[in-house]
């Protein structure tokens, strides 16, 4: 694969804004969670959500495709035509809503 070519001051700016109030938010959520049930709740919150970034791996026992097929059939507001996702070889897609 070769060496890591990495952009100067991207970590720096990347972390900044991940970490920025003004527009990542976050919150706890019950003991009783299940992956279903958070993947719903991020589909249907309002305001919207624009990104779900599992830093956690929360999401476990479904894929990436799954993950995307799932918020759009399960309330992800008609706003987005699509979600993007890596696949299993970490190329970026999108599954768009009317492709389903």
């Known amino acids: 694969l070769g060496q890591c070519q990495y ?7 990347m972390i900044h804004f991940l970490t920025s109030e003004s527009i990542v938010t976050s919150r706890q959520v019950s003991p009783n969670w299940t992956v279903h049930g958070l993947l719903k709740e991020i589909a249907c919150n309002d305001p919207p959500f624009h990104a779900l970034i599992d830093t956690g791996a929360l999401i476990t026992g479904m894929s990436n495709y799954e993950v995307a097929s799932f918020l759009i059939q399960n309330g992800l507001k008609k706003d987005f035509d699509g ?3 890596l696949d299993h070889k970490d190329r970026q897609m999108i599954l768009l809503r009317h492709g389903m």
Do not use: I, M
């Open 7 to 13: 952009e100067e001051c991207s970590d720096g700016q």
């Open 83 to 85: 979600v993007v996702f």
